[in-house]
């Protein structure tokens, strides 16, 4: 229902996820963080040459240690090397930054490049001592085992898993200049996802040049339709993250305005990271269901973006739709706790799927509908709630999913 | 470790609940909105005499018929009855203040009083159309059982019951002017509990002589330290109301300004509230434990009590509860999303219970504990979680409860 301007037929989706990009190797290995040797817990993603860098973070005002080395260390504008280990959030921890720029040593010396031109993520349990001998031991062999290929790729994504259920990598081509470029991406959930102004972590590559400048307003313009627009139950980790490397290595002119360039660049990004939303969302702790909320007819961007992540992020309605019930009484009433000036008396309300679409709600007032047409809509592994205010034109998207007993069972036992 | 410096001796809890005070009867009735016979669903309140009436609402843009009736009713500081349905929210109905209006002329009828006295109220399902007929029938039934004893004050606290698994309702006597004075509560629960400025349904009735001016003031200042800081699941309801009748059968000088008297009725009041806010986190849908936050050393009230309250309102915390797994981590998490202006880096927690009491966290880092004793403290029904800001004068406490596999399954299909 809501025009997805951005989906364009240019953008193509490509393997390869962070090494499709030209000069981006990357790796995943066992360092030791988690005691079960099968899963690995450190991931490396170089390139050949310093990118143009730009990050997101939390707005928790508790922080993982990292957060502060990698601000302090891509300020210039500039990295070339992303290393993160999962089992650890590096958080809570009275020596947290000293280890967190130790590995950056550790790792610039590996590579041969500054020590601030690292950055550093982590995450995993909070409060948990942490200390250097696995990276020690990991730092060599994840770089002696770097590769720019898709297998490489998938083992970085896959070192970043916490309570992710599969891995999630991305990767799509797109043209400037006439000059094939790309973008890649990592990203991972799955539980204390409820991000503000920045989402878990979410590691971008890409060889288009670009200003660093220009880079940090793509991301910060961009996390707000949709890495911001996520929620899996409501807590803001300490830990998010979202950072971009561009190097340049495509061989477009560097974008140093919003042209047309940056608009196509810009377009891409959305996509790469809507797709990363989406794939967050449906790998939810303990998800059965995707919940793809669409408001729109809202009186501007920002009251349609509220009311999207109000409902996707309210444990009644996610509980309902576990239970596939048609409860559209918990939509309104989430409308009706977000922030902002807006009219609330003419809401209109289609739930849909595969199994077809069912409106339950006009002028924000029942609208008689079959309970078993419902059921067979909700019944599906992917939702849509379509929204429609009748107050404005604006639109907005949010991602969430259902609240199951699995999310309990997870979270009962999460540290052991 | 907080003071309590509203729990003094001369504060005692007594029989009756709403009856209690001089004056009040009550009664609860079948009318028939549910279709289990067996399960009141219809509560009347009535003083012999008008009262000062105070009332405070939710903030929810979506706001159930009755309130809007309600606050009209007593926009002139008095009534004389309430009137509360269970079964449907009389929410989202395009003819909802008709019908509530309709069911305030008939027990104005029956009462001999005017239908603008009365309050009105309900609780239930959002959106689903409600007939004038039950009311019709049930509105004189009810009338006829009213009655001045301990069993009609608990027929009607059972009559408000949705998903709460047991009936709330107390009292307390006090002295002012060296006259008893009483204070009656029922308060329900126990989903879509998040309230903002107002709570879920609570009716208070006191024979208190008191200007309504005054009981305004009161319960406005009230329930920013005990209703407003429960929370069951961060869903703020359309329907969120508590209301308070003082009807000066007490014979104490009418309290008029915030001396003494004031002081003590306010005082009265913080006790029987902040019972309230502990019987409806206790009666949580879903809940195996009671969660009970104290903050000090907060920078203000209004940290200490948005910092109590993330804590109690984190799904990720209260699933850790439910699994009795000491995962500090995710409390100084919640800390850091609280809103406002406030340093967390000098946080120690203690959590505890009639088991004990263990430190797990100092200067905002991992404290060390022994795992097998924390396990024991968390067995416990009642877990208080002792949360120490060092960063200013202020206390506050917040009322929750775990997040359980029963809370999924009551919301996975409620409307059954």
């Known amino acids: 229902m809501i025009a997805e301007d951005y989906m ?3 953008f193509t989706y490509i393997d390869g996820g962070v090494c499709a990009p030209q000069g981006f190797s990357a790796s ?3 360092c030791g963080i988690r005691k079960n040797r099968s899963k690995a817990d450190l991931a490396l993603i170089v390139s050949r040459t310093r990118c143009a860098t ?3 973070y939390t707005t928790n005002k508790v922080q993982g240690a990292p957060l502060a080395v990698t601000r302090a260390h891509i300020a210039d504008g500039y990295s070339q090397a992303v290393l993160c280990n999962s089992g650890n959030a590096n958080t809570c921890n009275p020596n947290g930054e000293t280890l967190a720029r130790a590995c950056c040593d550790l790792l610039g010396d590996a590579l041969h490049i500054p020590a601030n ?11 948990q001592p942490l200390p250097l001998e696995p990276f020690a031991r990991g730092i060599p ?8 290929t898709p297998a490489a790729a998938l083992a970085a994504a896959e070192a970043v898993m916490t309570t992710d259920t599969y891995a999630k990598t991305q990767a799509l081509e797109f043209t400037l200049d006439g000059k094939p470029c790309r973008l890649g991406i990592i990203t991972k959930g799955s539980g204390m996802i409820h991000p503000n102004m920045a989402t878990m972590l979410t590691f971008i590559t890409s060889d288009v040049a670009i200003a660093p400048t220009l880079l940090q307003r793509a991301l910060s313009e961009e996390v707000k339709d949709s890495l ?3 929620s899996i139950d409501g807590d803001t980790s300490t830990n998010d993250m979202a950072v971009i490397l561009a190097n340049g290595a495509a061989g477009n002119a560097e974008i140093r305005d919003d042209g047309a360039a940056y608009q196509t660049f810009r377009a891409a990004l959305h996509r790469l990271c809507a797709w ?3 794939e967050i969302a449906r790998d939810g702790e303990g998800a059965t269901k995707l919940l793809h909320c669409r408001v729109r007819g809202a009186r501007s961007p920002e009251v349609a973006r509220s009311v999207a992540k109000s409902i996707i992020a309210s444990d009644l309605f996610k509980a309902a739709m576990f239970g596939a019930d048609a409860n559209w009484g918990r939509v309104l009433c989430a409308v009706g706790y977000t922030t902002g000036d807006f009219s609330a008396n003419n809401i209109a309300l289609t739930l849909q799927s595969a199994a077809g679409a069912v409106k339950v709600c006009e002028h924000s007032a029942y609208h008689p509908f079959s309970e078993d047409e419902a059921a067979k809509v909700l019944a599906e592994k992917e939702i849509e709630i379509l929204l429609d205010m009748h107050d404005g034109e604006a639109q907005a998207q949010a991602w969430g999913c259902d609240l199951t007993y699995d999310y309990v069972k997870i979270n009962g036992d999460y540290r052991s």
Chains 1, 2 share one sequence.
């Open 28 to 30: 995943g290995v066992h």
């Open 276 to 278: 990363a939303a989406r």
């Open 141 to 148: 062999a994840a770089v002696a085992a770097l590769a720019a």
């Open 228 to 230: 911001n627009q996520i």
């Open 8 to 10: 364009q037929p240019e």
């Open 117 to 127: 031109d690292v950055v550093i993520a982590s995450t995993g349990v909070i409060g």
């Open 54 to 56: 730009a990050a997101v």
